[in-house]
Each structure stands twice: as C-alpha cells, then as structure tokens.
C-alpha cells in the first residue's frame, strides 16, 4: 500500500467535516483554510468522495460540503477507496510455481494485504474524531481542529 496526499488529504477533509457542529455543511474553502489544503484539489477529491456516497453537497450561500451518513459508519478504507487509493499489493504478480521462495512471498503479501485491508475497515471516521478531541483536550485547546 501506498499511501499519497490524495488519501492524506481526503481522510483530513472528512475529520474536518466531522468535527462541525451538527455535520453542517462547509465549504471547500473553509476546509482547505483550516487544513492548509490547496481548495481546488480538495474540491477533486470531495466530488470523488460524493460520488462514492460518502458527503453530499448543498447548494446556496451557506451550502458546502457535509458527511452523507455518522461518522462511525465511514471507514478509512471506504475513504481511500473513494479517492482510488489501491490497497493491492503486486497487482500483476503470477507466482512462478517452480520456485517455492516466490509463492511463500506472495502468499505472505497477500496475508499481509488481508490484515491492513480489515484494519482500514474497521477505523471508523468516529474512531479518528474522537482521537482529535482527546488529542485537544490534552492539549488545552478549544474546538478549533487542525490534522
């Protein structure tokens, strides 16, 4: 797995908008202000994530973007398989059956893939707000959030 700013900076938009009162919407550049994104890739991305059904957009003065359902139903991996973040580990590998060294290591990629895979579908968006409040709270800050 590799992990590039498209999944960096998809999970931060979605804490964002987990951590507003209410879900309420909030606009892309809003977001982008209080996680130093630059707003017309995370406006990308955000479409990216509302096509997999994960926000939704609504229009007006004070429209934006909010959370489609609770945070502790949006996993991490629906978040980075949303923006087409692979997860795949050798994609195009065939094993050589005549070598046991390359099927024990493929099959150990494979069992590792397995084991981070239900690992990011188990981390909830809930999981990661609460780990932001604890974090301000030990902090002594007030609700003001920055990833």
Not at 19 to 31: D, E, F, H, K, R
Not at 94 to 111: G, I, M, N
Request: some cysteine; aromatic content about 8%.
């Amino acid at each position: 797995m590799k992990l590039t700013h498209r999944g960096h900076y998809s999970v931060k938009a979605l804490l964002d908008l987990s951590l507003q009162a209410n879900y309420g919407p909030t606009s892309v550049a809003a977001i982008a202000s209080r996680q130093n994104l630059p707003a017309p890739y995370l406006e990308k991305l955000l479409i990216e994530m509302r096509r997999a059904g994960l926000v939704r957009s609504v229009r007006g003065a004070r429209g934006g973007y909010q959370l489609a359902c609770e945070p502790a139903q949006i996993s991490l991996g629906q978040i980075l398989a949303a923006v087409g973040e692979t997860l795949e580990p050798l994609k195009r590998h065939r094993p050589d059956a005549t070598q046991a060294e390359d099927w024990v290591t493929f099959s150990l990629w494979q069992r590792l893939h397995q084991k981070l895979k239900e690992s990011l579908y188990s981390i909830t968006l809930a999981d990661l707000y609460y780990d932001a409040r604890s974090w301000q709270a030990a902090q002594g800050e007030d609700t003001n959030f920055v990833v």
